[in-house]
C-alpha cells in the first residue's frame, strides 16, 4: 500500500458583527481571527474500502473497483471522500482510469493532488491511459506524453478500440508515462522525513 499523504488547508473567519445591530460586536472585535482548517488526506484505499469509492463513481459511467487488479487512490477532506484516481492492472500493462472529483468539490485542486498520489505510488510501472481532449497538458505535468494508438498494450487498446467510434476518436488522446521516468524527481515533491509527499494546500 502506498504512504499516506497529510495537507491542511487555512483560511482566515473575520469576527461575526452583532446581528441585531449595525455597530460592531465589541466582544467579537476584540477576538484574535481564527483559522479554519481543512485536513486533505491523499492515500490508497484498502481492500474494504473500496464500496466507498463505488458509491462515488456512481456518477461517473457506474465504475467500479476490483481489489484483485485495481489500486484505488483518494483524497480525504476532513474525512469525506472527495476525489478518485484507479490503476488498473491488464496482464499486458497498467492503466489510469476513473480520474474522478464529484461536483461539490470541484476547482480545488483535488483531481492534481490525487493523481500525483497515484502516480507516486505506481512509479515502477510504465502507465497507460487516453485522455480526454483537452486535459492532455493536465497529464503532461506528471510526465506522461502521447503516444498512438498502436503504442497502447493490446488488452488497453482493445478498450480504447470499444469507448471510440467516429469522431470520438478524435476526443481522446492516448498517453503512457514510462516506469523508467518516475520518481519524486520528475514531480519535484517535498517530502517528509518519512518519505511521505508534501503538498501546500
Not at 32 to 59: G, M, Y
Not at 126 to 139: H, I, N, Q, S
Not at 149 to 155: E, G, S
Request: negative net charge; charged residues 25%.
Amino acid at each position: 500500500m502506498g504512504g499516506v499523504v497529510v495537507l491542511s488547508f487555512s483560511g482566515r473567519l473575520s469576527a461575526d458583527r452583532h446581528p441585531s445591530t449595525d455597530l460592531a460586536d465589541p466582544v467579537s472585535d476584540a477576538l484574535p481571527q481564527v483559522e479554519a482548517k481543512v485536513v486533505l488526506v491523499v492515500r490508497e484505499l484498502e481492500s474494504a474500502e473500496f464500496p466507498l469509492a463505488t458509491e462515488v463513481w456512481r456518477d461517473y459511467y457506474g465504475t467500479w473497483g476490483d481489489p484483485a487488479i485495481d489500486r484505488v487512490f483518494a483524497l480525504f477532506a476532513d474525512r469525506t471522500l472527495s476525489a478518485l484516481a484507479m490503476c488498473r492492472r491488464h496482464p499486458d500493462g497498467c492503466e489510469v482510469d476513473a480520474v474522478f472529483t464529484p461536483e461539490p468539490f470541484r476547482r480545488r485542486g483535488y483531481a492534481r493532488r490525487v493523481v500525483a498520489g497515484l502516480v507516486e505510488g505506481c512509479r515502477r510501472e510504465d502507465l497507460f491511459m487516453y485522455a480526454v481532449a483537452g486535459l492532455e497538458p493536465f497529464y503532461v505535468g506528471f510526465v506522461f506524453a502521447s503516444i498512438p494508438v498502436a503504442a497502447l498494450p493490446p488488452t488497453i487498446r482493445e478498450r480504447y478500440d470499444w469507448a471510440v467510434d467516429g469522431d470520438r476518436a478524435a476526443r481522446i488522446t492516448p498517453m503512457r508515462r514510462s516506469a523508467d521516468r518516475c520518481g519524486r524527481g520528475d514531480l519535484d515533491l517535498p517530502t517528509d522525513t518519512n518519505g511521505s509527499t508534501i503538498y501546500d494546500a
